[in-house]
């Protein structure tokens, strides 16, 4: 397959700068016959259109800005030389983001491992009587409707930020990115109950984190 002018000789991140307003794809299978054709123009749209969500998603995963993008310019590249093995089976988006929540995933295995920071104090805990102790005030505002405002949001996505990185990439993976809990545990390389286990734990750190600010203890909800 030819390859576009230009393509072979980016510097890292050169991808990325091309990224701005999302174009919307009309014609997927057109798209992709014009980046099979070596047209530079599509792939420049294909990065305007979902380079953003593939920077969200693998920073949430690595945790830093630069790798991020590092990530994302691989996976663009990757996808691009590996066209011919796209069979159409899903659709474009969904192959790019495999791609790229991969790469993430393989750069969190080649950092040097450090001890995973305990998430107990984190956890529900439970009075003598066997009832859940409240740790804040009623919140009578239902989550779904906070998480309308913007604010509350950017909040969500700073805490989930600071949980520990096996807690985080299972929350990232089922919870942000829709992935459901058996390929979730294929990606991380876990039995499917050890990743409802973390998942669930994860949620309930999470809720334990947000809790301070937004004056409740959020209800638990069991792992899905």
Known sequence: MPMP???????????????????PVADEAALIAQ???????????????????LLAVTRRIVGSDEDARDIVQDAFLNAFKSLDRFEGNSKLSTWLHRI??????????????????SIETLLPTFLDDGHYEERFKSWDEPVDKAMERAEIR?????KIDELPEGYRTVLVLRDIEGLDTEETAKML??????TKIRLHRARQALRTMLAPHLGAALPGTAAS
């Open 5 to 23: 002018s230009g393509l072979g000789r980016r510097r890292p991140c050169d991808t990325l700068q091309l990224m701005g307003s999302p174009t």
């Open 35 to 53: 980046l099979r054709a070596g047209d530079e123009s599509a792939y420049e749209q294909i990065v305007r259109t979902y380079g953003g969500r």
């Open 100 to 117: 790229a929540v991969n790469g993430a995933l393989m750069k969190l295995r080649t950092r040097k491992r450090k001890p995973e920071q």
């Open 154 to 158: 950017t909040l969500v996505r700073s």
């Open 189 to 194: 390389g876990l039995s499917v109950n050890a």
